[in-house]
Nanobody, 123 residues
Framework: QVQLAESGGGLVQAGGSLRLSCVAS????????VGWYRQTPGKQRELVAG???????NYADSVKGRFTITRDYAKNEVYLQMNSLKPEDTAVYYC?????????????????WGQGTQVTVSS
């Protein structure tokens, strides 16, 4: 079992910056892809940025050039640096991780979510 804990959300003016952090604890061996999602009321949760076990990153078009995802493999932490924030970035941000468990021929992928952290960008 893996637990994910986010921090770093808050209230910021448009054009400002925030840095979100997510730390994984528990049985963390085998954690593969990690990422950040966000959700606003009435809408589906959407991927903001992800980073694979090998370090490949991907971003939603709406945040490219403004957000950067990084990962500290030794500390089991992932970060999201958010710059040039816009009011439309306001959402609850969730950390996500998947984990590969078992031998290669019978590997099982588990998914985990953090509890979410609120990011509010005022105009």
């Amino acid at each position: 079992q893996v637990q994910l804990a986010e921090s770093g959300g808050g209230l910021v003016q448009a054009g400002g910056s925030l840095r979100l952090s997510c730390v994984a604890s528990g049985r963390t061996r085998g954690i593969d892809n990690v990422g950040w999602y966000r959700q606003t009321p009435g809408k589906q949760r959407e991927l903001v940025a992800g980073i694979s076990g090998g370090g490949t990153t991907n971003y939603a078009d709406s945040v490219k050039g403004r957000f950067t995802i990084t990962r500290d493999y030794a500390k089991n932490e992932v970060y999201l640096q958010m710059n040039s924030l816009k009011p439309e970035d306001t959402a609850v941000y969730y950390c996500h991780a998947d984990q590969l468990v078992g031998p290669v021929e019978r590997v099982v992928r588990y998914e985990y979510w953090g509890q979410g952290t609120q990011v509010t960008v005022s105009s």
